[in-house]
């Protein structure tokens, strides 16, 4: 198993930005598809950006501020999220199927959004 830490969290205010970071204990080159998750308090843990070969997928409410990427060379997953919003204030989570499907999951970064 690649383990996964997440970091890059943090207080911004609305209008802000981030770039969060998920770095892999080992390479990613074997993992096609990474997902960001994010978890809001008393909430689900949902699904908010995959990057899987070329492709890349979106939640409806983080269209066109949040951008995944990733690079192999450095084993790091990427989320760049501009124009925050309150409601993205969550834990942010990556991960993959492989961890999804045993329960694992890491510690996560904060991100909050408030004036």
């Known amino acids: 198993q690649v383990q996964l830490v997440e970091s890059g969290g943090g207080l911004v205010q609305p209008g802000g930005s981030l770039r969060l970071s998920c770095v892999a204990s080992?390479?990613?080159?074997?993992?096609?598809?990474l997902d960001w998750y994010r978890q809001a308090p008393g909430k689900q843990r949902d699904l908010v950006a995959r990057?899987?070969?070329?492709?890349?997928y979106y939640a409806d409410s983080v269209k066109g501020r949040f951008t995944i990427s990733r690079d192999n060379a450095k084993n790091t997953l990427y989320l760049q999220m501009i124009s925050l919003k309150p409601e993205d204030t969550a834990v942010y989570y990556c991960?993959?199927?492989?961890?999804?499907?045993?329960?694992?999951w890491g510690q996560g970064t904060q991100v909050t959004v408030s004036s």
């Open positions: 990057i899987s070969g070329g492709t890349t």
């Open positions: 080992g390479s990613t080159l074997s993992i096609d598809t």
């Open positions: 991960n993959y199927l492989d961890r999804i499907q045993i329960g694992l």
